[in-house]
């Protein structure tokens, strides 16, 4: 069984600071795949990225970055220099083989940008 | 441009009242779900389908039924027998199958009960 565990249910910051949004997740697959969806207020889930298993290379992409750490089951994203257009709830979701191949999604995490 | 239309943005459902959520997709997907949404809840999967005229039961699937008649349609019955219909539902798809593939979301039907 897979499962991903969001703790931080919201997190408020004030603009310009950095912020990290944690994602463990539990599975018994060796091949997988973890991804990060982003929902504004409008209420449509947005793809970010997406890393495979055997991938553990961070990402960047502009202000956002992703650490994946297969040694403690984390995946987690930090925004730099927040603004109050990333003001979304952030979930984190993850596939595996050994279904039918449907996500598990975590909680959420809601972020909340003041300017 | 390609992508999931829901409609309508808002519903809502009288005692004991049948109501159907739209899904349309003009991206040529394959598998399409249904989520359901609630505050602090994730999503929760209700239904899903990976081919024309069959679909899967996902975890929460009691009190609503779907049929997949088109690839590009997948709506979604909200029954009399769902007794907490209130909730944000989501449908998605996605390109082929696989786990690599992300999903692609609409922007969501939000029902309320009257």
């Known amino acids: 069984a897979q499962k991903v565990t969001q703790a931080q249910t919201e997190i408020s910051v004030v603009e310009k600071e950095d912020v990290t949004l944690d994602c463990v997740y539990e599975?018994?697959?060796?091949?997988?795949?973890l991804f990060w969806y982003k929902q504004p207020p409008s209420g449509e889930l947005v793809f970010l990225i997406r890393r495979n298993s055997f991938d553990e290379q961070n990402e960047i992409s502009g202000r956002y970055s992703w650490n994946f750490q297969k040694s403690t089951s984390s995946f987690n994203f930090t925004i730099t220099a927040s603004q109050v257009v990333d003001s979304a709830v952030y979930f984190c979701?993850?596939?595996?083989?050994?279904?039918?191949?449907?996500?598990?999604f975590g909680r959420g995490t809601s972020l909340i940008v003041h300017p | 441009d390609g992508g999931i239309t829901q409609s309508p943005k808002y519903l809502f459902r009288k005692e004991g009242q049948n109501v159907t959520l739209s899904c349309e997709q003009n991206l040529n997907h394959d598998a399409m779900y249904w989520y359901r949404q609630d505050p602090g809840q994730g999503l929760r999967l209700i239904y899903y389908s990976q081919i024309v005229n069959d679909f899967q039961k996902g975890d929460i699937a009691e009190g609503y039924s779907v049929s997949r008649e088109k690839k590009e349609s997948f709506p979604l019955t909200v029954t009399s027998a769902q007794k907490n219909p209130t909730a944000f539902y989501l449908c998605?798809?996605?390109?082929?199958?696989?786990?690599?593939?992300?999903?692609?979301f609409g922007d969501g039907t939000r029902l309320s009960i009257l």
């Open positions: 599975t018994r697959d060796t091949t997988y795949y």
């Open positions: 998605a798809s996605i390109n082929g199958q696989g786990p690599y593939q992300p999903q692609h």
């Open positions: 979701a993850l596939s595996d083989t050994g279904g039918s191949y449907i996500p598990t």
